[in-house]
């Protein structure tokens, strides 16, 4: 079935350490892994994104890592600021379902000072 | 480009009552997804939506809501004889017609409360 874990559901770190997030997916032929971000009542942003053509993406303090054959994808934030407070969202799309996105629950990451 | 625009922003509505919610697309933009999110969880996708198309509808309640993107116009998600399990934030997201279509967009929300 279609199916997106994701872990931990919560998470605090301090600021200046880093913080990873992991998920995993139930599809072998999904092929692209977006992750978004929503700040306390705001609209999920998406922040990075990977394809399954790759098995890793950097963006500033960012990255994102795929492991196909596990069927694991990681988010990586580095150097942690307060502004990276929010909840975290992973997801993963099914092509055999006209590339229905599937999220995960959500991680809530805590800056701590 | 002003992104995908929903209103209301938040909306009050008595039990029984109906409920209506637009989302306008990206320029550019002909798949629209509806998706709600209870409080302190995650985004349930409803349904997903082309032009004058629903193209998967997996995740709608069969009874009271319905959702429809005319030709000209922007997408409704509506919700009849609505009940107090119906608060919650409603986003809208689209993706471009033309390549990418996987990567959606999403709108600031509709904050639905039912009293």
């Known amino acids: 079935g279609e199916n997106v874990e994701q872990h931990p559901s919560t998470l605090s770190v301090q600021e200046g350490d880093s913080a990873v997030i992991k998920c995993t997916y139930s599809d072998s032929a999904s092929n692209y892994f977006p992750w978004y971000k929503q700040e306390l009542g705001k609209r999920p942003q998406l922040i990075i994104d990977i394809r399954s053509n790759v098995g890793e993406k950097k963006d500033q303090r960012i990255a994102v890592t795929l492991n196909k054959t596990a069927k694991h994808f990681s988010l990586h934030i580095t150097e942690t600021q307060p502004e990276d407070s929010a909840v975290y969202f992973c997801?993963?799309?099914?092509?055999?379902?006209?590339?229905?996105?599937?999220f995960g629950k959500g991680t809530r990451l805590h800056i701590l000072p | 480009n002003a992104g995908v625009m929903q209103n209301p922003r938040h909306l009050v509505r008595r039990r029984g009552q109906e409920a209506r919610l637009r989302c306008s697309p990206m320029?550019?933009?002909?798949?629209v997804y509806w998706y709600r999110q209870l409080p302190e969880e995650g985004l349930k996708f409803m349904v997903y939506?082309?032009?004058?198309?629903?193209?998967?509808e997996s995740g709608m309640p069969k009874e009271r809501f319905s959702a429809e993107f005319p030709k000209e116009g922007p997408s409704i998600l509506r919700i009849q004889q609505v009940v107090r399990g119906d608060s919650a934030a409603y986003f809208c997201?689209?993706?471009?017609?033309?390549?990418?279509?996987?990567?959606?967009?999403f709108g600031p929300g509709t904050r639905l409360l039912v009293l």
């Open positions: 997801a993963a799309t099914y092509p055999n379902r006209d590339d229905k996105i599937i």
């Open positions: 320029k550019g933009h002909s798949h």
């Open positions: 939506l082309q032009k004058e198309n629903i193209i998967d």
């Open positions: 997201a689209s993706s471009p017609t033309q390549g990418g279509r996987e990567t959606q967009y």
